[in-house]
C-alpha cells in the first residue's frame, strides 16, 4: 500500500471539505479529487486543483465575456479543429496540479519535461523513505535485441529469481548503510549518541535509483497532453507509461472533448513524411511501389509500413 493510515485519513478528511465557488467545477473530476490512484508497487498519483474545463479552452479561442458556450457539439467541433490545427493557446488556459510518488530513475526521465512547475521532496532536509520500486515478474525483461531502447522476452526462473534477489538486497543495503550514516531511527531519533551522524544530503548519495521520491507537478493541458503523446507512446518506457496512462484517465473525466480530440489527432494519429504522402498517392493511382523505388530508407518503410498497417 502507497500510503499510511495516517495519510489516508488526510486524505479523507481533506475530501470532505466543500468550498462554494463562482469558477468552472467539472463533477466527475471533482469526485476524484485528492484520491491517490496506486502505481507501480509503491507509487501513486493524484490531483491536487485543477483551473478550467472544456468550456476555458472555447472561452479562450473565442475571447468570450462570459462562459463562451454555445452547444456542446459545436464546442466539441471547435476544440477538435484546435487540436487538428496545433491551436495551442486555449488548451494552455487549463492547468492541472499532480501529486505523484514515483521511483528517481522515472523521476529523472520526468524531469526532462521542462513547461512544468515542480516541487520535489526534500532529501536534504527529510529522511526518503525505505521503499524501493521492484518490477512485477512480467516485467522483468531482457535488453530488445531489435531496440536499443527497448525490452525483449520475459525474464524466467532462476535468472528473474537472482535479478529479484540483487534488487531487492542492493537495494536494501544501500537504505541500510543510508540509515546507519544518518545515525537516526525511523522516527528521527538518534540511534548512538557518541556518533554526530552524517548530513541528509550527503548520506542520500548511497540511496539506488529506484527509491521512491515525491513531488507536486503542475502543468497546463497543452504541454500535459504532449507529455502524454510522448510518454503514454509504446516506445516510453513501462515504468513511465503507467503514470501517464493514469493521467490520461483523469484528463478524460476532466476535459472530456478535448481528450477525445487528443486521442484522433495525437495518439491515434500518424504523421507522414512529404515522401510518405507520395508513396501513398503512388499506390492510390495503382502503383505496386517497393521501399527500392520510393526514395525513402529502409527504416522509413518499415515505419510507413507499420503506421498504414502493412499495406
Ligand atoms: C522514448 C524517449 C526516449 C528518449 N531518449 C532520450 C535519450 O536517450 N537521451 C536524452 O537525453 N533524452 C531522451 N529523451 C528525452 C527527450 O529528448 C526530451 O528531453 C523529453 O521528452 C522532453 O521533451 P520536450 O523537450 O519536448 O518537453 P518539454 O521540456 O516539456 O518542452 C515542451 C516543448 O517546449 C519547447 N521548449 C521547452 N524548453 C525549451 C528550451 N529551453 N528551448 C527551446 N524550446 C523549449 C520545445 O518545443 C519542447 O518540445 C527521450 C524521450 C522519449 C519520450
Not at 550514516?181 to 544530503?201: F, H, I, K, P, T
Amino acid at each position: 500500500m502507497p500510503l499510511t493510515s495516517d495519510q489516508l485519513a488526510e486524505i479523507s478528511a481533506q475530501r470532505e471539505t466543500t468550498a462554494p465557488t463562482r469558477r468552472a467545477t467539472v463533477p466527475a473530476l471533482e469526485a476524484r479529487l485528492f484520491e491517490a490512484i496506486p502505481l507501480l508497487d509503491h507509487g501513486f498519483l493524484r490531483v491536487i486543483d485543477y483551473m478550467g474545463d472544456d468550456g476555458a479552452i472555447v472561452q479562450a479561442a473565442r475571447v468570450s465575456y462570459g462562459r463562451g458556450t454555445r452547444r456542446v457539439s459545436e464546442d466539441a467541433g471547435l476544440i477538435r479543429y484546435l487540436m487538428r490545427h496545433r491551436h495551442s493557446t486555449p488548451f494552455e488556459m487549463c492547468e492541472i496540479k499532480f501529486h505523484v510518488k514515483l521511483p528517481i530513475f522515472v523521476a529523472r526521465q520526468w524531469i526532462r519535461h521542462r513547461t512544468a512547475n515542480v516541487n520535489e521532496y526534500s532529501a536534504r532536509y527529510s529522511v526518503l523513505d525505505r521503499e524501493f520500486y521492484i518490477p512485477a515478474p512480467e516485467h522483468l525483461a531482457a535488453q530488445s535485441a531489435i531496440n536499443r531502447q527497448g525490452r525483449g522476452a520475459t525474464l524466467q526462473g532462476e535468472e528473474a529469481a537472482q535479478v529479484l534477489r540483487l534488487l531487492t538486497d542492493d537495494a536494501a543495503r544501500c537504505y541500510d548503510h543510508y540509515a546507519d550514516m544518518l545515525n537516526e531511527d525511523a522516527a528521527g531519533a538518534v540511534v548512538d549518541a557518541s556518533r554526530q551522524g552524517l548530513a541528509r544530503e550527503l548520506a542520500r548519495m548511497n540511496l539506488t535509483l529506484n527509491t521512491y521520491t515525491q513531488w507536486y507537478w503542475k502543468t497546463d493541458l497543452h504541454n500535459l497532453f504532449h507529455f502524454c503523446a510522448l510518454r503514454a507512446d509504446p516506445h516510453a518506457q513501462y515504468e513511465i507509461r503507467v503514470y501517464a496512462d493514469a493521467m490520461l484517465g483523469l484528463v478524460k473525466d476532466w476535459v472530456p472533448a478535448a481528450y477525445g480530440a487528443f486521442q484522433d489527432y495525437r495518439l491515434g494519429a500518424v504523421t507522414l513524411s512529404a515522401q510518405m504522402v507520395a508513396v501513398v498517392k503512388r499506390r492510390l493511382a495503382g502503383e505496386a511501389v517497393t521501399q527500392e523505388s520510393s526514395g525513402l530508407s529502409k527504416r522509413e518503410w518499415v515505419e510507413m509500413e507499420a503506421a498504414l498497417g502493412g499495406a
